[in-house]
């Protein structure tokens, strides 16, 4: 894929690591990284709703969709990422948010997605005290959320959810990564 008909090749990673807003506050603020779009992938039914997802029935995990130019920033580098900014240890859970949609899993395009998600996989068990239960999944479908979940963290940074969960998490991850950031 070319974007903007300027040469820059483009990928796209699927990741579920809790709730899709901060993901996409996240991933959004990586050099190379094009666009993130929050939305639903590994489920039953076609078109799921935030809301039918939110009951937990469906077997959607929130996910964010992220653009990025591999050039700048490879597949690999985002699960390093992406494996540090949750728990990957806690089944069905990220914090007070408790659910399968909030499920940790890479939803791999081809093999060689598929590869490198089981090497990281590997790498980051090591680096923590309990197992991972992060699941590795073939992307079947991908539905973009509702368009109020775009960008939600920018748009609404004085809810609490904003306030209390996702800016600290953000201020870490910045504070981690500060040299993949862009500027």
């Not at 590997?122 to 197992?131: Q, S, T, V, Y």
């Not at 959810?161 to 996702?166: A, D, H, P």
């Amino acid at each position: 894929m070319v974007l903007g008909g300027i040469g820059m090749a483009e990928e796209t990673a699927i990741l579920g690591g809790g709730c899709f807003w901060c993901l996409e506050a996240i991933f959004g603020d990586l050099k190379g990284v094009r666009k993130v779009n929050p939305g639903y992938a590994g489920g039953l039914i076609p078109n799921p709703t935030y809301q039918q997802v939110s009951r937990g029935d469906t077997g959607h995990a929130e996910v964010v969709q992220v653009v990025f130019n591999p050039e700048t920033i490879s597949f690999r580098e985002l699960l390093e990422i992406f494996f540090s900014v949750h728990d990957p240890t806690t089944l069905n859970r990220q914090g007070n948010d408790v659910g399968s949609q909030y499920r940790s899993v890479i939803f791999y395009q081809n093999e060689v997605q598929k590869d490198q998600a089981e090497e990281v996989t590997e790498e980051a068990a090591l680096l923590w005290p309990d197992p991972l239960v992060t699941e590795l999944e073939p992307l079947k479908d991908f539905y973009p959320a509702e368009p109020y979940h775009r960008n939600y963290f920018h748009l609404n940074k004085e809810q609490n959810y904003c306030r209390f969960v996702i800016a600290p998490k953000l201020a870490a991850f910045r504070g981690k990564f500060a040299s993949k950031l862009r500027s």
